[in-house]
């Protein structure tokens, strides 16, 4: 599920940032699993079991730790280095270290605290969205009252990044063909597969086995304690939300203001979740052709084109770019592939404000052979700057997803298998995020997690949001949540997009900072256009 940086080589435009930043990265996270023991898609009966609330002497030294505050090169901003155990289990077995970064209070009013902010992924830069969007872009009576602050998750960013492929090995991977047509390619994808989670498997040593989102919940506890915050307050989109609850969860008593802006849902198995996703990119394509054919620019078709029509014309022009791939302007030679446009598409799904872009970008390449525009939506996409450079957006994805929970298929076979569903779910996207979905049988470190219910009993009202054409966190899954959390309000955007809060609706806005400065939930039921 994604999260983004500012794009660097596409239009933007504040929302789109924003957006971007909170997106969830579907093409590896679509392996975000479950165990098969569910696949009929029923809530599991495991619950997630409150931690005690008194500390254990063991993980007293990390509670009492004093950060160390200093510059971070940021006008306004403060760094410093948090210590947490490697293995919770284990506290004495070494630590891992949290880059974590604040902007203090700028009003004079009444202070609230600190409030956490986290854009999802897994794998987003906490810190990097907090400089870029959240610290100067939440509104001014928010950032007046409330230290910003932000901690990139174990194994992102500045967090011990975990490191995968280098730049080179990235664009072989990226455009690797996700449709394959005989066994050869198969044969190849499922090779890419392998290469990339082994070279995973060592850097750094023994990281890749504590980087589960309990962990990362169990660090912001922490950071909670060592901030002086009574109570955590916490903005998590997409997969943060996941975050969110997980902390909501483990430390029900400690649950401050949290707002769940995207929500995914824990009780989900991984062919469920893929398929939900799967048909959630094929309702907003549906909303982007309505779009696109009301505009004499449409490459797709014009008036009276249905959105399944458009959906053929593209999935044509995918066909021809898998056996054609067309010139972009690249300094690297990379040419448009079926799989970079395929991404390219994905990326402007997030939010209606990038549709002008990509028809001019699908216009670019359909009629004038001319790949660089979907090339550069890909390339915000997987985070990849003009010097062919990754951020470790798509390792740390990887990492966490694939040891929250089992992988959703184990073989190719089954992926075949479930073609058809996949297909039926998004004739333009199905397939390739089926096979998308192989991505964790391979990975070197056993999972640890299975799909489970939350239910939080005993915490402060939660506000959970969710979109009705959200892309990446389908609607029924912010449904599925807020039924499970005990102190739960449901807040709906009825819209396009992925995620709701700061994107343009003032219902949203208003419900959202009336919780967050004075604590009044929503009424239930609140709907938003």
């Excluded at 679509?30 to 500390?55: K, Y």
């Excluded at 915050?229 to 400690?254: C, E, I, M, W």
Aim: glycine letters at 10%.
């Amino acid at each position: 599920m994604q999260t983004r940086r500012t794009p660097r080589r596409i239009r933007a435009t504040a929302r789109l940032t924003a957006t971007l930043l909170a997106a969830g990265a579907l093409l590896v996270s679509a392996c975000s699993s479950g165990s098969p023991t569910t696949a009929g898609g029923g809530s599991p009966q495991v619950v997630l079991a409150a931690l005690p609330r008194s500390t254990p002497s063991a993980l007293a030294p990390y509670y009492a730790q004093r950060l160390s505050w200093r510059g971070c090169g940021v006008p306004g901003f403060e760094c410093a280095t948090m210590k947490a155990p490697l293995d919770y289990a284990k506290p004495g077995a070494g630590d891992v270290r949290l880059a974590v970064a604040r902007k203090k209070a700028t009003g004079k009013g009444k202070p609230l605290g600190s409030l956490l902010v986290n854009p999802g992924g897994p794998g987003g830069s906490a810190v990097g969205y907090l400089q870029q969007y959240a610290a100067v872009g939440y509104p001014a009576e928010i950032r007046a009252h409330y230290d910003m602050v932000a901690v990139d998750p174990r194994g992102v960013a500045r967090s011990e990044p975990v490191t995968c492929l280098d730049g080179r090995r990235m664009d072989a991977y990226t455009q690797t063909d996700i449709t394959p047509d005989d066994q050869k390619e198969t044969d190849e994808l499922v090779a890419e597969y392998k290469s990339f989670a082994e070279s995973c498997g060592t850097r750094p040593a023994g990281l890749l086995r504590h980087v589960s989102t309990v962990e990362a919940a169990r660090d912001m506890d922490i950071l909670r304690s060592v901030l002086g915050d009574p109570k955590l307050n916490y903005v998590g989109a997409s997969y943060g939300t996941f975050l969110g609850a997980t902390y909501a969860g483990l430390f029900p008593n400690r649950v401050g203001r949290l707002v769940l802006d995207g929500a995914m849902d824990p009780s989900l198995p991984a062919r469920r979740m893929n398929l939900d996703q799967t048909a959630g990119f094929e309702t907003a394509f549906q909303a982007f052709s309505k779009d696109c054919v009301r505009h004499p620019d449409c490459p797709l078709g014009g008036k009276g084109t249905s959105a399944a029509q458009v959906g053929d014309h593209l999935k044509a022009f995918f066909g021809k770019l898998d056996a054609h791939p067309i010139p972009a302007g690249d300094a690297d030679g990379r040419k448009l592939g079926e799989a970079l446009a395929t991404t390219g598409v994905i990326a402007a799904m997030y939010d209606e404000a990038a549709w002008e872009q990509l028809r001019e970008a699908l216009t670019s390449a359909m009629k004038e052979n001319d790949g660089a525009g979907l090339l550069a939506l890909s390339d915000s996409y997987y985070e990849r700057d003009a010097n062919g450079r990754y951020s470790n957006l798509m390792s740390a994805n990887a990492a966490v997803n694939c040891l929250d929970l089992p992988p959703a298929f184990s073989t190719p076979d089954q992926v075949k298998a479930a073609l058809p569903e996949f297909e039926k779910a998004s004739p333009v996207f199905g397939e390739g995020l089926a096979w998308a979905s192989l991505n964790c049988a391979y990975w070197p470190a056993k999972a640890t997690g299975e799909p489970h219910r939350i239910e939080a009993r005993g915490a402060a009202p939660i506000i959970v949001v969710g979109t009705t054409r959200d892309p990446a966190t389908p609607y029924p899954w912010a449904r599925s949540l807020s039924r499970q959390v005990s102190s739960a309000r449901l807040l709906t955007y009825v819209g396009d997009g992925h995620t709701a809060y700061g994107r343009g609706s003032t219902c949203i806005d208003t419900a959202i900072d009336t919780y967050l400065l004075h604590g009044t939930p929503p009424t239930r039921g609140k709907r938003c256009l």
